[in-house]
């Protein structure tokens, strides 16, 4: 395994985990059920592999992710970096708002603490910007779990340039998580070289386009019932046919080099900047270990050019969230 450093020194495997998927029964599903045993199985095989960037959330389940994530790491701890994220506010197992409040913050760093089983979150992010609570008062909040030894670094997910200028002027921000692919392009118009601007890491995730990007999705029928992405606009009847044509794209780039698609989808946003690490999600040993080969797959120059141009900022159709998705990003 590859390693690269994030913002402040923090040092993870070039290809991090998304556990997200890695759910039984909640309110995320892709392609079906998790299978709890698989799943950590799946996560120790990842570590064997030289895997040490782990991405959970207490919205993810809710909160059984982090749980199965510090089930799965009992006794590995030792060189992992555990992530994790806060900034939603809960009615028993339903997500009724954000809520970044130091109150609310304070409660869910003890809660991640507990069902991880680990006694300091290597990185922790405001999972979306709160509007109704000034970032410089959650940075804050969090500068004193820092000092308080509950959180090693500080990251943002979805935030945008001027708040993570603000951000950084209160507090080191280590890394910021936010969707980037090959069909999702946007971040490159400011965020990246703010980021790069700050000393900021970035972690994109949904790097394979929720699993679009891997070609094993040609149609919704190939989506089970009850598949989150039935409510994703790009997977939508009217968009997904044009779609597939950067499927198509990322596949003959594929064939030219001997690699999946996943791979060299991985491999491009890889070669998109040092500070970049992909947190891919997974749920079985067979694709963990198809994603983290592509730490090792190193695109020629005319690879990275012909995928650029086929696949421009802009070019996937429809957008990447509903309209109430759409409201909580780039903040």
Known sequence: MKYRTLGQGLEVSAIGLGCMPMIRDGNINYGGPADPG?????????????????????????????????????????????????????????????????????????????????????????????????????????????????????????????????????HPVTALQSEYSLWERDVENDILATCAELGIGFVPYSPLGRGFLTGQIRSRADLPAGDW?????????????????????????????????????????????????????????ETMRDSVAAADLVLSSADLADLSAAVPPGAAAGPRYGERGLRMVRL
């Open 229 to 285: 992405r039935h409510n994703d606009p790009r997977y939508s009847d009217e968009n997904l046919p044009a779609n597939l044509r950067i499927v198509d794209a990322i596949g003959a780039v594929a064939e030219r080099v001997g690699a999946s698609l996943a791979q060299v989808a991985l491999a491009w946003l890889i070669a998109q900047g040092e500070h970049i690490v992909p947190i891919p999600g997974v749920k079985r040993r």
């Open 38 to 170: 698989e799943a950590i199985r799946t996560i120790h095989e990842a570590i064997d592999l030289g895997v040490t960037f782990l991405d959970t959330a207490e919205i993810y389940g809710p909160f059984q992710n982090e749980e199965l994530v510090g089930e799965a790491i009992r006794g590995r701890r030792d060189r992992l970096v555990i992530a994790t994220k806060f900034g939603f506010r809960f009615d028993g197992g339903q997500i009724t708002g954000v809520d970044s409040s130091p109150a609310n913050i304070a409660r869910a760093v003890d809660g991640s603490l507990k069902r991880l089983g680990i006694d300091t979150i290597d990185l922790y992010y405001q999972h979306r910007v709160d509007p109704a609570v000034p970032i410089e008062e959650v940075m804050g909040a969090l500068a004193d779990l820092v000092r308080a030894g509950k959180i090693r670094h500080v990251g943002l997910s979805e935030a945008g340039p001027a708040t993570l200028r603000r951000a950084a002027a209160v």
